[in-house]
């Protein structure tokens, strides 16, 4: 599954069966970016109390996979086992959730 | 030479080269390190401060957000000075310049446009997030509506609250100010790790050059140590080192010269191979300090001795050396041919004047004059003798002996009983008690000799020995035997010469059938014996009746009479009497020191011998005399006629008989010869027979008249 996320939005699939999938992740830049993937009923994730940042210890084990900021031009995988479900994309560094750096994801039977 | 060819310079200081190329290396590798470091550290500063001015865009972004909030709230505030802050900042992070100052925090800073894409675009996005806040925040205090105000950062904010949008937007811009300053801060790392590498590998390259360059020295030393070895042990040459321990070095001409083995050598003090009387030299030299050039003599393992030329050079504070260095030649074979020239320069000389001495030697008795100086000279102290054959050649006899030191006393007898004399060539006994020594040698005075016998010959003909000892095993040197050769050679010749040429002369004198000397001898005798003054008796005989003889028995029984007349007066007269025939049957005898009574006593033996020899085929005869002395004549021709008249009176008073003659002519004078009265006087005298004689020098066969 090919994931390109750049200044300031995530372009992916939103829909996708369930299973094991590698996320073939690209960085278009300009900034750094991180990759963090968790099933969320809506693209309205909960945010700490800067009102900034996605809180992810709320998420807790609803996230299900993430890559650490990278750098831009870098290509990377990241693989997750996705079960049926609703699944938010999202880049959690500083203002970059906010920004519009997230995108939903269905994850079919 | 080959155009261009490098010229062989086995000891040229190469390894300079190879120095001055190390220490270059190091200066070139110590001089890039350097510029390197500075300019890391140059570009490191910048990047410092470029870090700083990006985080500060985070601080700045911040405080424009609560400066705009602030100033909505009606408190005092200037966020549009903090937006050009962070707008000049950012253009300056981007493309250079000067990032302004903020109040009372720091001071203008001047940039350089970014480097390197990734930054330049972070830093980029960053100037259009700031220009989005700046816009945002304006709006929000004009009271704007915020959804038309541009984003040129392609945020997609969903948010509607105007604060929360301008925090979002403060929020992006400050995050992208900090990866901004982390890639910085990357590059300016990335630089440090790459000054690290190259300097490490420009330590690395300048340690495997430098010993590259030392392995070449090594090289360059060991080829050139590997050289002088070849030189110095391929050269004939003699090199030693001494040290203080004795040799330190010795290259192999030197050992081979010495007859030892190199490491034989190592240790030995010199005074182990210098000849006794060289140490000193080669001591003086050695200690002299400055180059030194001597000639010494080594004495071989085997005891044989060498002779050397050497230049002595004093090392010894060459700390690489610590000795004396000696370079040598053999000299030996040059030292012995000049003394091998000296020697025969020495032989020519003696050969010469020996020559020239013996050439001025008349008779036998002056060669044997000279030959006695010879032997002096040749050894003053070695016995000598000179054995020389008499006219028989049966007999030695011995001729010379050395003035100066006692006669060898050799019995030997007969030329050929002398083994130097059958070999033909000199003998040299080492000692007289040796199995193969001559044994006539043997029982001398002086106990067992050495001895050197060399034969004496003339054209072929062995004349005699030369003979010399010496101490038992210590005979005559070469150079003396050769000596002694020249001179056997010489006096060989010489005396054989003289012989010759006194034999030719005496035949030249003598008659022929008597073997006596003539008239012409006896009488150049005794003018001498009469000039000196020597007294001598002469007496004249005459064969009576020989023309009888002659007559009635033919020549050949005269002649036979004469030779027996002839023998008869030599049995009789002493050795040194003189008897000539004078001519025909006329015969003159001369009796040095007598005076006439003592002449008569002899020359009546003879007149008795000859009335009883044995005649064989001729009857006997006699003999008359007359006979006088010097003492009564001044001349020869008076004696002679003196002489004359005693035989006429002889003759005149019946022959046989002796007649002393009287000086004058005319008195009677009366002398009793045996009881007869010899009457002699006037009248009586014919012509004096030596006047006839004079007339006929060369008497027939037949003789004269016999009265």
Same mark, same amino acid.
């Given at each position: 599954?090919?994931?390109?996320?750049?200044?300031?939005?995530?372009?992916?699939?939103?829909?996708?069966t369930?299973?094991?999938?590698?996320?073939?992740v690209h960085?278009?830049g300009?900034?750094?970016?991180?990759?963090?993937v968790?099933?969320?009923?809506?693209?309205r994730?909960?945010?700490?109390?800067?009102?900034i940042?996605?809180d992810?210890?709320?998420?807790?084990?609803a996230?299900?996979?993430s890559?650490?900021?990278?750098?831009?031009?870098?290509?990377?995988e990241?693989k997750v086992?996705?079960?049926?479900?609703?699944?938010?994309?999202?880049c959690?560094?500083?203002?970059?959730?906010?920004?519009?750096?997230?995108?939903?994801?269905?994850?079919?039977? | 030479?080959?155009? &261009?060819? /490098?010229?062989?310079?086995?000891?040229?200081?190469?390894?300079?080269?190879?120095?001055?190329?190390?220490?270059? =290396?190091?200066?070139?590798m110590s001089?890039?390190?350097?510029?390197? $470091?500075?300019?890391?550290?140059?570009?490191?500063?910048?990047?410092? =401060?470029?870090?700083?001015?990006?985080?500060?865009?985070?601080?700045?972004?911040?405080?424009?957000?609560?400066?705009?909030?602030?100033?909505?709230?009606g408190?005092?505030?200037?966020?549009?000075?903090?937006a050009a802050?962070?707008?000049?900042?950012?253009?300056?992070?981007l493309?250079? &310049?000067?990032?302004?100052?903020?109040?009372?925090?720091?001071?203008?800073?001047?940039?350089?446009?970014a480097?390197? $894409?990734?930054?330049?675009?972070q830093?980029?996005?960053?100037?259009?997030?700031?220009?989005?806040?700046?816009?945002?925040?304006?709006?929000?205090?004009?009271?704007?509506p915020?959804?038309?105000?541009?984003?040129?950062?392609?945020?997609h904010?969903?948010?509607?609250?105007?604060?929360?949008r301008?925090?979002?937007?403060?929020?992006?811009?400050?995050?992208?100010?900090?990866?901004a300053?982390? =890639?910085?801060?990357?590059?300016?790392?990335?630089n440090?790790?790459?000054?690290?590498?190259m300097?490490?590998g420009?330590?690395i390259?300048?340690?495997?050059?430098?010993l590259?360059?030392?392995?070449?020295?090594?090289?360059?030393?060991?080829r050139?140590?590997?050289?002088?070895?070849?030189?110095? %042990?391929?050269?004939?040459?003699?090199?030693?080192?001494?040290g203080?321990?004795?040799?330190?070095?010795a290259?192999?001409?030197?050992?081979?010269?010495?007859?030892?083995?190199?490491? +034989?050598?190592?240790g030995?003090?010199?005074?182990e191979f210098?000849?006794?009387?060289?140490?000193?030299?080669v001591?003086?030299?050695?200690?002299?300090?400055?180059p030194?050039?001597i000639?010494?003599?080594?004495?071989?393992?085997? &005891?044989?001795?060498?002779?050397?030329?050497?230049?002595?050079?004093?090392?010894?504070?060459?700390?690489?050396?610590?000795?004396v260095?000696?370079?040598?030649?053999d000299?030996?074979?040059?030292?012995?041919?000049?003394?091998?020239?000296?020697?025969?320069?020495?032989?020519?000389?003696?050969?010469?004047?020996?020559g020239?001495?013996l050439e001025?030697?008349?008779d036998?008795?002056?060669?044997?004059?000279?030959i006695?100086r010879?032997?002096t000279?040749?050894?003053?102290?070695?016995?000598?003798?000179l054995?020389?054959?008499?006219?028989?050649?049966?007999n030695?006899?011995?001729?010379?002996?050395?003035?100066?030191?006692?006669?060898?006393g050799?019995?030997v /007898? $007969?030329?050929?009983?002398?083994?130097?004399?059958?070999?033909?060539?000199?003998?040299?006994? +080492?000692?007289?008690?040796?199995?193969?020594?001559?044994?006539?040698?043997r029982?001398?005075?002086?106990?067992?000799?050495?001895?050197?016998?060399v034969?004496?010959?003339?054209?072929?003909?062995?004349?005699?020995?030369?003979?010399?000892?010496g101490?038992e095993?210590?005979?005559?040197?070469?150079?003396?035997?050769?000596?002694?050769?020249?001179?056997?050679? %010489?006096?060989?010749?010489?005396?054989?010469?003289?012989?010759?040429f006194e034999r030719? %002369?005496?035949?030249?004198?003598?008659?022929?059938?008597?073997?006596?000397?003539?008239?012409?001898?006896?009488?150049?005798?005794?003018?001498?014996?009469?000039?000196?003054?020597?007294?001598?008796?002469?007496?004249?005989?005459?064969?009576?009746?020989f023309?009888?003889?002659? +007559?009635?028995?033919?020549?050949?029984a005269?002649?036979?009479?004469?030779?027996q007349f002839?023998?008869?007066?030599?049995?009789?007269?002493r050795?040194?009497?003189?008897?000539?025939?004078?001519g025909?049957?006329?015969?003159?005898?001369?009796?040095?020191?007598?005076?006439?009574?003592?002449?008569? /006593?002899i020359?009546e033996?003879l007149?008795?011998?000859l009335?009883e020899?044995?005649?064989?085929?001729?009857?006997?005869?006699?003999?008359?005399?007359?006979?006088t002395?010097?003492?009564?004549?001044d001349?020869?021709?008076?004696l002679?006629?003196?002489?004359?008249?005693?035989?006429?009176?002889?003759?005149?008073?019946?022959?046989?008989?002796?007649?002393?003659?009287?000086? $004058?002519?005319?008195?009677?004078?009366?002398?009793v010869v %045996?009881?007869? =009265?010899?009457?002699?006087?006037?009248?009586?005298?014919?012509a004096?027979?030596?006047?006839?004689?004079?007339?006929?020098e +060369?008497?027939p066969?037949?003789?004269r008249?016999?009265?």
């Open positions: 599954m090919q994931v390109s996320e750049a200044d300031f939005a995530i372009s992916a699939t939103h829909r996708l369930a299973g094991d999938v590698v996320l073939r960085n278009e300009p900034d750094q970016h991180e990759l963090i968790a099933r969320a009923p809506s693209a994730l909960p945010l700490r109390s800067d009102g940042t996605v992810e210890e709320a998420l807790g084990h996230e299900v996979g890559l650490e900021p990278g750098k831009a031009g870098a290509l990377r990241l086992h996705f079960a049926p479900g609703r699944y938010v994309l999202f959690n560094m500083t203002g970059h959730y906010m920004g519009g750096m997230h995108s939903t994801l269905v994850v079919a039977q | 030479m080959i155009r &261009g060819a /490098k010229a062989f310079r086995p000891f040229a200081p190469r390894s300079r080269k190879t120095i001055a190329a190390i220490l270059l =290396t190091f200066a070139l001089a890039l390190t350097i510029t390197l $470091s500075l300019s890391a550290t140059g570009r490191s500063q910048h990047r410092a =401060t470029v870090v700083q001015v990006a985080a500060r865009q985070r601080m700045l972004a911040t405080r424009y957000v609560e400066e705009v909030l602030l100033l909505q709230a408190r005092h505030a200037d966020p549009a000075a903090t802050i962070l707008t000049s900042s950012a253009h300056a992070l493309d250079g &310049g000067t990032a302004p100052a903020v109040p009372s925090d720091d001071d203008d800073t001047k940039l350089s446009a480097s390197g $894409s990734e930054v330049r675009a830093l980029m996005q960053e100037t259009r997030l700031v220009a989005d806040l700046s816009a945002t925040g304006s709006a929000l205090l004009a009271h704007r915020l959804a038309q105000v541009p984003l040129r950062a392609h945020e904010l969903a948010v509607r609250d105007p604060i929360q301008l925090r979002v937007l403060a929020a992006l811009t400050s995050n992208v100010s900090l990866n300053a982390r =890639t910085i801060a990357q590059a300016a790392d990335q440090i790790s790459n000054l690290i590498v300097q490490i420009l330590g390259g300048g340690l495997l050059v430098s590259l360059l030392a392995w070449a020295l090594i090289a360059t030393t060991r050139q140590g590997v050289r002088f070895r070849s030189l110095v %042990q391929s050269s004939s040459d003699l090199v030693m080192i001494l203080e321990g004795g040799c330190r070095y290259s192999p001409s030197m050992a081979k010269i010495l007859g030892r083995a190199d490491a +034989d050598l190592l030995r003090r010199y005074e210098v000849h006794d009387e060289d140490r000193a030299t001591r003086a030299a050695a200690e002299h300090g400055e030194r050039e000639s010494f003599r080594v004495r071989k393992a085997n &005891g044989e001795m060498r002779h050397l030329d050497a230049l002595l050079t004093d090392l010894r504070g060459d700390r690489h050396i610590r000795g260095v000696l370079n040598a030649r000299t030996t074979e040059r030292v012995e041919l000049e003394r091998e020239l000296g020697l025969q320069a020495q032989r020519d000389s003696f050969s010469s004047q020996l020239e001495a001025m030697a008349d036998q008795n002056d060669a044997h004059e000279v006695e010879a032997m000279q040749i050894s003053a102290s070695t016995p000598m003798e054995l020389l054959s008499d006219s028989s050649r049966a030695l006899e011995r001729a010379a002996i050395s003035p100066t030191a006692d006669p060898p050799c019995p /007898k $007969s030329p050929f009983s002398c083994v130097a004399v059958r070999r033909g060539s000199p003998v040299v006994f +080492d000692s007289s008690e040796m199995l193969n020594a001559c044994p006539k040698l029982d001398r005075a002086g106990g067992a000799c050495s001895a050197v016998c034969p004496v010959s003339f054209m072929g003909r062995a004349l005699g020995v030369l003979h010399a000892t101490p095993n210590r005979p005559l040197g070469k150079e003396q035997v050769v000596q002694l050769t020249t001179l056997a050679t %010489q006096a060989g010749a010489r005396i054989g010469t003289v012989r010759a030719t %002369q005496l035949q030249a004198s003598t008659d022929g059938l008597t073997g006596l000397v003539n008239r012409r001898v006896l009488e150049r005798e005794l003018r001498s014996m009469l000039h000196a003054g020597r007294p001598f008796a002469l007496a004249i005989a005459d064969l009576d009746n023309k009888q003889l002659n +007559d009635t028995y033919g020549h050949a005269g002649d036979r009479a004469l030779r002839a023998q008869i007066v030599h049995s009789v007269v050795e040194g009497d003189l008897v000539a025939r004078w025909g049957e006329e015969f003159m005898i001369a009796l040095p020191e007598l005076d006439c009574q003592q002449a008569v /006593k020359l033996r007149r008795s011998e009335g020899a044995h005649v064989g085929d001729h009857p006997r005869f006699t003999a008359s005399f007359g006979v002395d010097s003492s009564v004549a001349n020869f021709e008076q002679m006629a003196i002489a004359d008249n005693g035989l006429y009176r002889s003759k005149d008073g019946g022959r046989d008989r002796v007649t002393v003659g009287h000086p $004058s002519i005319d008195g009677a004078d009366l002398t %045996q009881g007869q =009265t010899v009457r002699t006087g006037a009248g009586a005298r014919r004096p027979a030596f006047h006839e004689a004079a007339e006929d +060369d008497p066969a037949s003789g008249e016999i009265r």
